[in-house]
């Protein structure tokens, strides 16, 4: 079993819809939760940054941490063709033991 | 502010035959990871620096080594190559270490035939 599962799609959905993409771990050490975002021939980009439970919003994004269910989302509002590109949740623990684990990422496309 | 540079960006190679990555992280940044991205396997960690000491190893074989120089520049090296050696290879660099809060480069696509 890997330490981080996340369905790698594809996802497809209509401009303007929410999307909702999501992960699983195994790991209860893990403390910090990342969503990247990655465009086609291009190096992944930090979309949101975590640190334990909770939910985090950054404009038409949300991000949510249920450490209790071992689980976190992503979610975006209103979306839009240039969201389309792979997602991928990242984690890792606080210590220096730790290095961060990617999941396989999810491929998105809105179509307009 | 630059990015995360890194070079070459793309390389072809023969089996057996040796490669060096470079990556010169974001200004005032300290700590560099690099990552090897395939389709099949996704984003597999490779080694974590930190003030020119490897913190953290993933399990990758022996043939894959880095360094990091005293400038927080990294280099990474890949010996006696093979045909599964064929990846994007990422850099990333943060300011500090143990947060995940990683910025990429565009990567060094590596192809060996």
């Known amino acids: 079993q890997k330490e981080v599962e996340q369905d790698p799609g594809p996802l497809s959905v209509p401009e303007g819809a929410i999307v909702s993409l999501n992960c699983t771990y195994s790991n209860s050490a893990f403390q910090y939760f990342m969503w990247y975002r990655q465009y086609s021939r291009k190096g992944p980009e930090l979309l949101m940054y975590t640190y334990s439970s909770g939910n985090k919003e950054d404009g038409r994004f949300t991000a949510q941490v249920d450490k209790s269910s071992k689980y976190i989302s992503l979610f975006i509002r209103d979306s839009q063709p240039s969201d389309s590109a792979t997602y991928l949740c990242?984690?890792?623990?606080?210590?220096?033991?730790?290095?961060?684990?990617f999941g396989a990422g999810t491929r998105l496309f809105v179509k307009a | 502010k630059a990015g995360v540079t890194q070079t070459p960006r793309y390389l072809i190679k023969t089996r057996g035959q040796q490669v060096t990555l470079s990556c010169s992280p974001i200004?005032?940044?300290?700590?560099v990871s690099w990552y090897q991205q395939t389709p099949g396997q996704g984003l597999q960690f490779l080694f974590e620096y930190f003030s020119e000491t490897q913190r953290n190893k993933g399990n990758f074989p022996g043939r894959f080594s880095g360094r990091q120089f005293s400038n927080s520049r990294s280099e990474m090296n890949v010996s006696t190559l093979e045909l599964g050696d064929s990846a994007l290879y990422l850099c990333?660099?943060?300011?500090?270490?143990?947060?995940?809060?990683?910025?990429f480069g565009e990567g060094s696509r590596l192809t060996v035939l």
């Open positions: 990333a660099s943060s300011l500090v270490p143990d947060t995940g809060e990683l910025f």
């Open positions: 200004s005032g940044h300290r700590s």
């Open positions: 990242a984690m890792r623990g606080s210590t220096g033991g730790f290095k961060t684990i």
